[in-house]
């Protein structure tokens, strides 16, 4: 396989690969670190690529794996959270405010949840994938997966509802 040929088949998922290290890893300048070395690998074993059914669920499952011995390593200790992505020019200052406000309440609420969940919920959501390619990216039961989703669902509707309905119910 030539390089081109590489590029083409990398290109339609290589933003993803990205989104899901942010995600996991937060930093911008990390999650470009993994989609860059993750590239490096699959370019590694580019001779071999023909034989995987899925290249992308590949890549994202190497994704995954690597962000997570990335969090494991000593390296996670030093990470910073920055988080500016949001910048709405039209609104006024207690519009942006407020949304930062809501974006980092609902990024938390997605942090608090258990890892796999998390990452259920960001293939789904997110990145759109079918349970069947998270099932075969995060190497589990498509049955799992969707109760997985369910509970992160719920968890996250919860959350939403006991912060807006607090002091609004009557006992």
């Known amino acids: 396989m030539n390089q081109n040929e590489f590029v083409q088949i990398i290109t339609p998922f290589k933003d993803k690969l990205f989104r899901l290290a942010k995600r996991m890893l937060v930093s911008t300048e990390e999650a470009e670190d993994a989609t860059q070395e993750v590239l490096v690998r699959l370019w590694n074993k580019n001779s ?19 962000c997570l011995d990335q969090l494991k390593s000593k390296r996670a200790s030093n990470l ?11 609104a006024s200052v207690e519009t942006q405010i407020e949304h930062q406000n809501t974006l980092q309440w609902a990024e938390k609420l997605m942090n608090d949840l258990p890892e796999q969940q998390r990452l259920i919920l960001q293939l789904r959501e997110i990145e759109e ?21 369910s509970r992160a669902r719920k968890t996250l509707r919860e959350q939403i509802e006991k912060t807006h309905n607090y002091g609004t119910q009557v006992s």
């Open 48 to 66: 071999a690529l023909e034989q995987y059914n899925s290249v992308e669920a590949l890549a994202m499952t190497m994704t995954k794996n690597y």
């Open 80 to 90: 910073q959270i920055v988080h500016n992505n949001y910048q709405d020019k039209q």
């Open 129 to 149: 994938y079918e349970f069947s390619e998270i099932a075969q990216v995060l190497e589990m039961n498509e049955t799992a997966v969707r109760v997985a989703l």
